[in-house]
């Protein structure tokens, strides 16, 4: 890889043109990205019959992107601040792309694990946007815009099922992907048309050791809590697994912390504002994916359970929907609660929020509208907790490194959404009942794991009461450009 500029960061003061299409462009970017997560969905339990594969085997097309998102996300951080946020956002885009059409044209296995790893290079995209924000526009609007393009995760994870369900139903398979590709060049075509180059980068060779470092432990790590179910939590292969999770990435670190420009700087990492906003994005990660594993399963069971509910695919979608309209709605007020009180009292109040909508719903299940309520109510929490944690990323790290530090924030929420689905996992195969000749997870293994979610948003709570103080009820548009301010000292030097 060849070096980038050195000490190429500048902080101009002119506006940049068109900032006013930048918003919603990322926006409708981050929607796009998100959407692909929820795509296959619909079509899981008949994969392996469209593939002409075995059940497990078929599971890699979700696998697949789960480690290509987890592997891409802070490279193409590094690389967006090293060489162009708006270059690096495009060619996530353009992977989208290229994987919806080998996903679209596939009917074997091997060309769509292909795709569905290309779509998850594509995972970036909205650390990438935020961090161009960063860039592009004045002080004031950058907290609702921030909290706008982080809505746009729950937006398009919450419409995308409706949305592929509908597909699925009407259509051939293959035209999930292609409407996939479809929206992607969409958003690409708007994303060189209206968004501006950020002139802010950082200098220097890029980190392929530490690169692939990183690769190999979080494949480790994420292989081994997404396949410990199917291949047993205390198997030889989990085990193994585990372990070199964590021999690899403590080299991994020891290396980092050794090299000039590392893909990761750990200094930064540990800074206690982003150590402590990393660690409760964990769980706030593993709280939001808490009620996706529920809500759809307990909408779809068959009212003869006794607490199932008997509804269509599409209408467990529908009934989702609303919550991610609800982020969206609320991320000016996500805004203004930071504006005057500061991301960290914004975080922890938008956890609060995602802990009594979970308490609701535990007590509060044998009701469509319960779940619509519920799921609304843990929706805004989501919405402000995920306003919050760029903002809060952002006043700790110069802007040079901004790229790289959302993207790893993103991964920290990731790797709790994947500990959710691992958790969820055994509880749910644990308490069982009996259906006829099947077992199916009772109501009390459903409750279980909504106390969970609601246990986790009450732990990020907590983690997030150790957040330093920002400086101010301002504190978080002055910290942003208190951190531009010491990334441009290396341009003085």
Same mark, same amino acid.
């Given at each position: 890889?060849?070096?980038?500029?050195?000490?190429?960061?500048?902080?101009?003061?002119?506006?940049?043109?068109?900032?006013?299409?930048?918003?919603?462009?990322?926006?409708?970017?981050?929607?796009?990205?998100?959407?692909?997560?929820?795509?296959?969905?619909?079509?899981?339990?008949?994969?392996?019959?469209?593939?002409?594969?075995?059940?497990?085997?078929?599971?890699?097309?979700?696998?697949?992107?789960?480690?290509?998102?987890?592997?891409?996300?802070?490279?193409?951080?590094?690389?967006?601040?090293?060489?162009?946020?708006?270059?690096?956002?495009?060619?996530?885009?353009?992977?989208?792309?290229?994987?919806?059409?080998?996903?679209?044209?596939?009917?074997?296995?091997?060309?769509?694990?292909?795709?569905?790893?290309?779509?998850?290079?594509?995972?970036?995209?909205?650390?990438?946007?935020?961090?161009?924000?960063?860039?592009?526009?004045?002080?004031?609007?950058? =907290?609702?815009?921030?909290?706008?393009?982080?809505?746009?995760?729950?937006?398009?994870?919450?419409?995308?099922?409706?949305?592929?369900?509908?597909?699925?139903?009407?259509?051939?398979?293959?035209?999930?992907?292609?409407?996939?590709?479809?929206?992607?060049?969409?958003?690409?075509?708007?994303?060189?048309?209206?968004?501006?180059?950020?002139?802010?980068?950082?200098?220097?060779?890029?980190?392929?050791?530490?690169?692939?470092?990183?690769?190999?432990?979080?494949?480790?790590?994420?292989?081994?809590?997404?396949?410990?179910?199917?291949? =047993?939590?205390?198997?030889?292969?989990?085990?193994?697994?585990?372990?070199?999770?964590?021999?690899?990435?403590?080299?991994?670190?020891?290396?980092?912390?050794?090299?000039?420009?590392?893909?990761?700087?750990?200094?930064?990492?540990?800074?206690?504002?982003?150590?402590?906003?990393?660690?409760?994005?964990?769980?706030?990660?593993?709280?939001?994916?808490?009620?996706?594993?529920?809500?759809?399963?307990?909408?779809?069971?068959?009212?003869?359970?006794?607490? =199932?509910?008997?509804?269509?695919?599409?209408?467990?979608?529908?009934?989702?929907?609303?919550?991610?309209?609800?982020?969206?709605?609320?991320?000016?007020?996500?805004?203004?609660?930071?504006?005057?009180?500061?991301?960290?009292?914004?975080?922890?109040?938008?956890?609060?929020?995602?802990?009594?909508?979970?308490?609701?719903?535990?007590?509060?299940?044998?009701?469509?509208?319960?779940?619509?309520?519920?799921?609304?109510?843990?929706?805004?929490?989501?919405?402000?907790?995920?306003?919050?944690?760029?903002?809060?990323?952002?006043?700790?790290?110069?802007?040079?490194?901004?790229?790289?530090?959302?993207?790893?924030?993103?991964?920290?929420?990731?790797?709790?959404?994947?500990?959710?689905?691992?958790?969820?996992?055994?509880?749910?195969?644990?308490?069982?009942?009996?259906?006829?000749?099947?077992?199916?997870?009772?109501?009390?293994?459903?409750?279980?794991?909504?106390?969970?979610?609601?246990?986790?948003?009450?732990?990020?709570?907590?983690?997030?009461?150790?957040?330093?103080?920002?400086?101010?009820?301002?504190?978080?548009?002055?910290?942003?450009?208190?951190?531009?301010?010491?990334?441009?000292?290396?341009?003085?030097?």
């Amino acid at each position: 890889m060849s070096d980038a500029p050195e000490n190429s960061v500048t902080t101009g003061t002119a506006a940049p043109p068109r900032t006013g299409a930048v918003v919603p462009v990322l926006a409708l970017s981050g929607i796009v990205v998100s959407l692909m997560q929820t795509l296959v969905i619909p079509i899981v339990g008949q994969l392996p019959q469209y593939l002409n594969a075995s059940a497990s085997d078929a599971a890699w097309a979700v696998t697949a992107t789960l480690l290509a998102a987890a592997v891409a996300t802070p490279v193409m951080g590094r690389l967006g601040d090293m060489y162009g946020k708006r270059r690096m956002l495009l060619l996530s885009m353009a992977m989208l792309v290229v994987g919806s059409v080998v996903a679209g044209l596939s009917d074997t296995l091997v060309p769509m694990i292909v795709g569905r790893a290309l779509q998850g290079l594509s995972s970036g995209v909205i650390p990438l946007g935020i961090s161009i924000l960063r860039d592009e526009l004045p002080a004031e609007r950058l =907290g609702s815009a921030t909290a706008m393009i982080s809505a746009s995760l729950g937006v398009g994870g919450a419409l995308g099922l409706p949305l592929a369900a509908l597909i699925a139903d009407n259509f051939d398979w293959h035209a999930l992907f292609w409407t996939s590709a479809a929206l992607g060049v969409v958003a690409l075509v708007l994303v060189l048309a209206l968004v501006p180059e950020s002139k802010v980068r950082t200098g220097g060779r890029f980190d392929l050791v530490g690169a692939v470092g990183m690769a190999a432990g979080l494949i480790c790590l994420l292989l081994a809590i997404s396949k410990g179910g199917d291949w =047993g939590w205390t198997s030889g292969t989990t085990l193994g697994l585990f372990a070199a999770s964590v021999v690899v990435l403590l080299a991994w670190g020891f290396f980092e912390l050794r090299t000039d420009r590392p893909l990761v700087d750990l200094r930064t990492t540990a800074r206690p504002q982003v150590l402590i906003t990393n660690l409760a994005s964990v769980a706030i990660g593993f709280a939001m994916f808490s009620m996706s594993l529920v809500i759809p399963q307990v909408l779809q069971l068959p009212e003869q359970t006794g607490y =199932g509910l008997g509804q269509s695919l599409l209408s467990a979608g529908l009934v989702m929907a609303p919550s991610g309209l609800v982020m969206m709605a609320l991320a000016p007020v996500s805004a203004l609660v930071t504006r005057a009180r500061g991301p960290k009292v914004t975080l922890m109040i938008g956890a609060l929020i995602v802990a009594a909508g979970y308490g609701l719903n535990v007590a509060m299940m044998s009701e469509v509208w319960h779940f619509v309520l519920a799921s609304c109510v843990i929706g805004a929490g989501i919405g402000f907790c995920y306003g919050a944690m760029p903002t809060l990323i952002m006043g700790a790290v110069p802007a040079s490194e901004t790229g790289a530090a959302n993207s790893l924030n993103t991964l920290m929420r990731s790797i709790g959404t994947s500990v959710a689905s691992a958790v969820a996992g055994v509880v749910l195969a644990q308490m069982t009942t009996r259906f006829g000749p099947y077992a199916l997870p009772s109501e009390d293994a459903f409750r279980t794991v909504l106390a969970l979610g609601a246990g986790a948003a009450l732990l990020g709570f907590v983690v997030a009461a150790f957040i330093p103080k920002q400086r101010g009820a301002a504190g978080a548009e002055s910290a942003v450009t208190a951190g531009a301010a010491e990334a441009a000292e290396p341009a003085k030097a």
